[in-house]
């Protein structure tokens, strides 16, 4: 048996995607779509309500146009072969779940549980992974 991983705290030079959790039965990969940029730190482009600069300049906006800094959280159930993508205020509650797991550390079974909440409202079978 695969003992799951659980990375609360990714130090990875791509901070675009990565795996939170692996285990036999989930998979939780962290993607920030298009937060990620020159002028925003993956921290800070993960909080609610922050934006980021695009490559797209104008006269009003000669650094860049603001956009909003998008993320979120892959649940994959391996036993059903279905995913969920959580993105704007599922992201956000699934953030907090994963903020308070840093605090302190859940065993496998309170992991599980909580991503089997999550993995009910999957309804996109896993094509290419």
């Given at each position: 048996m695969l003992t799951p991983c659980l990375f609360l705290k990714a130090n990875h030079k791509d901070h675009r995607m990565h795996?939170?959790?692996?285990?036999?039965?989930?998979?939780?990969?962290h993607m920030l779509a298009n937060a990620q940029s020159q002028n925003m730190s993956p921290e800070a482009a993960s909080g609610p309500g922050n934006t980021a600069l695009s490559d797209v300049k104008t006269d009003q906006y000669p650094q860049g146009v603001p956009m909003l800094a998008r993320h979120g959280f892959e649940i994959v159930d391996k036993r059903s072969?279905?995913?969920v993508y959580?993105?704007?205020?599922?992201?956000?509650?699934?953030?907090?779940?994963?903020?308070?797991w840093q605090v302190n550390m859940p065993t496998q079974e309170e992991v599980e549980d909580t991503l089997s909440q999550y993995a009910e409202l999957a309804q996109n079978p896993v094509l290419v992974h």
């Open positions: 795996t939170l959790y692996d285990s036999e039965t989930f998979t939780v990969t072969g279905k995913e959580l993105d704007g205020s599922w992201a956000e509650l699934f953030q907090q779940h994963i903020v308070a």
